[in-house]
């Protein structure tokens, strides 16, 4: 298992050139956060899916320089909120827009506990509560991957990044 860069793998393009073309990619907003005792976390990611429906089981990857990659671990817990398109200031909070304590960033939005304590994001698209099954560190990010404990849909349309912006998406017809 790879736990840092191989050294066999090597930079094909400029690290402007890999950011210019994902930027392209539209990619769902999602806020991952945690709870436990390693404390209360959470942070806007845009790297986060579906990895297989035999067992339930996502991903997300985060920065492994921030705290909430550590506190994961610690916690054996993570929530994967996938924003609506009325979240997208609490979502520029969780991405450090204005700089604040982590503790304050709490204080935006609305929060349920799921899988125990975890924050789970009221009024998100989609709520998604994971048990930490397994974990790999590669260059800069921890890959997380959970096993899906519990899940809630909410009723508005998600919130997506592109282009180094956030967009809406049009609703689907009932």
Same mark, same amino acid.
């Given at each position: 298992?790879? *736990?840092?860069?191989d ?5 094909? %393009?400029? !690290?402007? &050139?890999?950011?210019n073309?994902?930027?392209?990619? &539209? ?9 436990? +005792? ?5 942070? *806007? ?8 429906? *035999? ?11 921030? +705290?909430?990659?550590?506190?994961? %671990? ?7 909120n996938a924003?609506s398109? &009325?979240? !997208? ?15 304050? !960033?709490?204080? #935006?939005?609305?929060? %349920?506990?799921?899988?125990?304590? *975890? +924050? $789970? ?20 990010? =921890? ?10 849909? $909410?009723?508005? +349309?998600?919130?997506? #990044? #592109? !282009? =180094?912006?956030?967009?809406?998406i ?5």
């Amino acid at each position: 298992m790879l *736990t840092d860069l191989d050294t066999s793998v090597r930079e094909a %393009v400029s !690290r402007e &050139a890999f950011a210019n073309a994902l930027s392209c990619f &539209a990619n769902g907003v999602t806020i991952l956060t945690t709870a436990g +005792p390693a404390g209360r976390f959470g942070r *806007t990611v845009s790297s986060a899916c579906s990895l297989c429906a *035999t067992p339930p089981a996502v991903l997300a990857c985060v920065n492994r320089a921030a +705290p909430i990659a550590d506190a994961v %671990v610690t916690n054996g817990a993570f929530c994967i909120n996938a924003a609506s398109e &009325a979240q !997208r200031a609490v979502c520029e909070v969780f991405a450090g827009q204005p700089p604040m304590p982590m503790a304050d !960033r709490f204080e #935006h939005g609305e929060w %349920v506990d799921v899988i125990g304590t *975890t +924050p $789970g994001l009221l009024g998100a698209a989609a709520v998604v509560g994971c048990r930490l099954a397994t974990y790999l560190d590669f260059g800069s990010h =921890r890959i997380l991957i959970g096993v899906v404990c519990e899940t809630q849909i $909410g009723s508005l +349309p998600p919130l997506v #990044h #592109h !282009r =180094r912006s956030f967009a809406g998406i049009a609703p689907f017809p009932d």
